[in-house]
């Protein structure tokens, strides 16, 4: 019988090895749009012959050396050919001339593709073994030098290996594993990849420190301006500063401001990080004082003035009278010819005979000092006014922390105010919550009412000037709000002891979370079956069977307010 049709099959093994981190992936052979055929290389290849396009009388050729030919392997990675000596014309059944061979082409196909992973960010940082960048998409490439790319497959913080199509969103401010891999049309299985991202969207928070003579923000010409910034991901930080409005530098040694003017400056600071979260500008403004207290003095008692020369009794006294341009005196000394320097407290009796030379040493409150040899005589007498009022200030005691301008209480907090005043002296602090009374401070006070206050106090002194300031805080009474999630959807429930719970595998996991609406969330907590009460850090997982478990969750947050949770369900 003569045989119409030739028709070579490649027939792959159907049993194979299961790849590691999936089973889906069989090697196999693939036919491209081409008409290309790929076989996998390590896959047998049997050849057969067939007079009919659907190989219905197909007989499996065993070739001279059946070991080797019934299955044979392909040898060559990449192009291979099956031939036969010379072309037949279907029609006449005679050799076409010129002659030419029928040449059937296979790809043999043994190398795995090559996957990459790309940051959809301006910038990223490397903190260790993490990448770290802004809220921002994942996207992977993979090339294949044969039969091309079948599928890219990804799995995140140890989840299900899923197939790739489109970039992934990181918003959340967290740590992610993320694991990777391709397979290629013929069931080559790349070996996994993996990368730790983390997402930071927090700026750095910079802070700033003034080292040498300072009295409030009264700083001397010998002090220096030092900052320095923290930052969540431990990812360095750059600190900019401007002064007054100047040029802008980058912060790398302490800033001298030795050499500008007198008066107030206003030093504006941020810091930035590695991924380019901007921290919003602050500022410090400070007066620089370089000048010395004056001094006055004044004659109390009996004088006499003879010949050019005024004489003082024994009765006489020597007030002396500092004063300061901006930072206030700190400690007045004077030595009665030639002896030790005393401190000065009130007015002295000149009690020395013989000509008298009064050296005084006056200093302020940075340091800025004068030595004088000489004291005016008593008509150059000093009439000194007070015309400010008291200098305010408040702090609390408790459960607190400050972010910006506004200070984070509870309930339990205690607020406290307080003045003084360097001159006429201070009397007393009137003080009203929100639109609220006016009230007379006395002792320290909370607030018991949640949400944001302002504190609006006033100070006074023996001579009724005042002074105003103001306070912002948040009051939080509540803990915060407990969250849990099982990785597998409960399709059952059972009683136990009266009480319904919902039935799960014993390989599901439990997930836990907490939000706070005031303070924030501090921590989270949990204990199984009155156990011991762990930190919750990561999924909770190894649950044994027919098992009832209750799971206590309790949350803290920053100002220790706190909230429990009963979780209870059944392992089967």
Known sequence: MSIRILTLSILALLSFELLAQDSRHKKKIFKDEEGKVFVNKDLPVYLSVSSTPDGSDREILDGKNPAYSSPMYLDSEGYNTIRSPWQVDPETKKVVYPKAEVIFELYADSKPPKTAIDFDSEKLARVGEQIVMKAGKVSFSAIDETSGIEAIYYSVDNGPFEKYTSPLAFNDEKSSAIAYYSVDNVGNVEEISTVNLLIDNSAPVSALNVEGDKSEDVLSARSTILLEAKDNSSTNSKIFYTIDEGKTYVYLNPIAITNLSEGEHTVTYFAVDDVDNNEEKKSY??????????????????????????????????????????????????????????????????????????????????????????????????????????KLGHSVA???????????????????????????????????????????????????????????????????????????????????????????????????????VNVYPPHVVLFLSSTDKGAGLDKISYQVNGGTMLPYRSLIENFKKNRLYRINVLVLDKLGNENQEEIAFYIE
């Open 285 to 390: 403004t400070f007066y620089l004082d370089k000048s010395a207290p004056r001094v006055i003095d004044e004659i109390i008692g009996n004088t006499f003035i003879a010949n050019g020369k005024e004489y003082y009794s024994g009765r006489t006294k020597l007030k002396l009278v500092a004063m300061d341009n901006k930072a206030g005196v700190k400690e007045i000394r004077y030595s009665v010819n030639g002896g030790e320097f005393k401190l000065y407290e009130s007015p002295f009796y000149l009690t020395e005979a013989g000509n008298l030379n009064i050296e005084v040493l006056v200093m302020d409150k940075v340091n800025n000092r004068v030595r004088s040899a000489e004291f005016s005589d008593k008509n150059n007498l000093l009439s000194y006014v007070d015309l400010a009022g008291p």
């Open 398 to 500: 408790g459960p607190s922390f400050t972010v910006k301008d506004t200070i984070y209480i509870s309930k339990a907090t205690t607020i406290s105010l307080k003045g003084s005043d360097d001159d006429s002296g201070f009397k007393e602090i009137d003080y009203q919550i929100d639109n609220g009374a006016s009230s007379t401070y006395a002792e320290p006070f909370s607030i018991e009412s949640g949400g944001f206050h302002t504190i609006t106090y006033n100070g006074y002194d023996n001579l009724s000037n005042s002074s105003t300031e103001s306070m912002i805080c948040m009051v939080d009474n509540e803990g915060p709000e407990v969250f849990n999630r099982f990785s597998i959807n409960s399709n059952k429930t059972k009683i136990i002891e009266g009480e319904t």
